[in-house]
């Protein structure tokens, strides 16, 4: 071995499906940019890395592929977790191998810090092997992190996987009486659908997680102490994990490391930001001049697009009340709008008055920090929530998988800052509008509106010079960028 190299080496482990990678990268540019002496090498597979901002200049941060897990050939079923579950099977082998050769270009500088999106519980076996910490970034609400960690208490208590319908009877019991820091208007059917139970491959990692997570040298989230405070102060105090860090919103601090700080949090303006915006229908353009708080945008993330009645639902929805909006959705489910929809609401025909602008892709951070945007119509995906926050946006959210029942939850009867729709489901029409007009037109709407405000500058708060997230990210470099042990 080379000795003479005893500068840190860490290793980034993303998970490369739905919208995790990206966060972590962000988080890595972060510390990277204080970092400058210390190696990063970033782990994912090659369609995701492909898909990521990595610095253009040679960096201290180098992307490396690992085996997707996908046979030779194989033929997918559409189903959203397929290429997760095959992603699962192939680790830990495809990073241990990846982290190997990253070790070996590096003029075999030894790894000296684990990082690794939460999920990945055998990296803590990984980093205990070879005496180095293990940092997973969890890239959801501190909520979610704990409803994970109490799985067994939660099973225990519930008795064994109750089907749809006995979830539905239990619809009112509240989890706060057994789960410790949970705020008190969650539900048990809000927890995510992986902490009740199931044997496939990814629900078994979650469970694992949360067996493995209080071995981490520091969990780290995407949230700030102020939006969560029981929780935070539970994760942070009790003893579950050595040091819990609070380190976001991300989208307020993301660094371009060719050039400087994404800087939202001094203006509302979106066109000072120095990262320039993805934004190949000028969505920004169409939204200038529009009246304040007019605008809904819309967007289920990147995993889930909703059924074609639930499409049609809120399509209806969107053209009886006549609002203004922007929905971006994939080229890939395109087809399942109503018929004649993109022509009626003139997206078609490009002009800067149509009522709406069907897009592939936003850029949606922009979109959520323009005074026109006065509502989002989203599955509460967590980035999205937060980027909402950090806008002052309120939502409506549809959720389908994982935690995303939890965020809906929170934003709606915690946080006060968005409207349920009625029964649920978007293809109720009616329930739509009312939660659309409820939100853009009532004082109800207004209400919300005070409260993301001010939870906005909470999150301004927390990641400025001597907010909660700063000194907590301080530590988390100090824990990351440790000197590798002799
Ligand atoms: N996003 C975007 N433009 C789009 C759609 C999505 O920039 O048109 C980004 C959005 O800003 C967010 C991410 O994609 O950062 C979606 O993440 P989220 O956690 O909400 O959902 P997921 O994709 O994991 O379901």
Known sequence: RDHHHHHPHVVVAAFPHGS??????????????????????????????????????????????VDDGVPPNHVFSGHPLEPVELFIKATPHNFTKAFQEAVSRNNNNKISCIMSDAFFWFLAEVAADINVPWVPLWTAASTSLSLHFYTDLIRQ????????????????????????????????QDIPAEVIGGDHAFPAMLHKMSHF??????????????????????????????????????????????????DNSSTDSSTSNNLVAHDPDGCLHWLAGREPASVAYISFGTVM?????????????????????????????????PQGFLERIGSTSDH??????????????????????????SHGGWNSVMESVSGGVPLI?????????????????????????????????????????????????????????????????????????????????????SPPSQ
């Not at 109750?162 to 820091?181: R, Y």
């Not at 074609?308 to 395109?334: Q, T």
Request: aromatic share 6%; with cysteine.
């Open 20 to 65: 995790h990678a990206a966060p972590l990268l962000s988080l890595t540019r972060r510390l990277a940019a204080a970092a400058p002496n210390a190696t990063f090498s970033f782990f994912s597979t090659s369609k995701s890395n492909a898909s990521l901002n990595f610095p253009a200049a040679a960096t201290n941060i180098t992307p490396y592929d």
């Open 157 to 188: 208590t519930i008795g064994p996987a109750p089907d749809d319908a006995a979830t539905g009877e239990m619809e009112e019991a509240l989890l706060m009486s057994f789960v410790p820091g949970v705020p008190s208007a969650l539900r048990l």
């Open 213 to 262: 997570i209080a071995r981490a040298t520091a969990v780290t989230v995407n949230s700030f102490d102020h939006l969560e405070p029981s929780v935070t102060q539970h994760l942070k105090y009790s003893n579950l994990f050595p040091t819990f860090l609070p380190v976001g919103p991300f989208n307020l601090i993301d660094i371009d490391m060719n050039n400087n700080a994404r």
């Open 305 to 337: 697009t909703p059924p074609p009645p639930e499409l049609a639902g809120l399509a209806e929805a969107l053209e009886a009340i006549g609002a203004p909006f922007i929905w971006s959705i994939p080229d890939r489910a395109k087809h399942n709008l």
């Open 352 to 377: 800067d008055r149509s009522q709406g602008k069907v897009v592939s892709w936003a850029p949606q951070v922009e979109l959520l920090s323009h005074e026109a945007v006065g509502v989002f119509v």
């Open 397 to 481: 959210c549809r959720p389908f998988l994982g935690d995303q029942r939890t965020n809906a939850r929170l934003v709606s009867h915690v946080w006060g800052i968005g409207a349920d729709i009625k029964d649920g489901r978007l293809s109720n029409k009616e329930g739509v509008m009312e939660a659309l007009e409820r939100v853009l037109k009532s004082e109800e709407g207004k209400v919300m509106r005070d409260k993301i405000k001010s939870l906005k500058e909470q999150a301004k708060k927390a990641v400025s010079p001597d907010g909660t997230s700063t000194k907590n990210f301080s530590q988390l470099l100090k824990i990351v960028t």
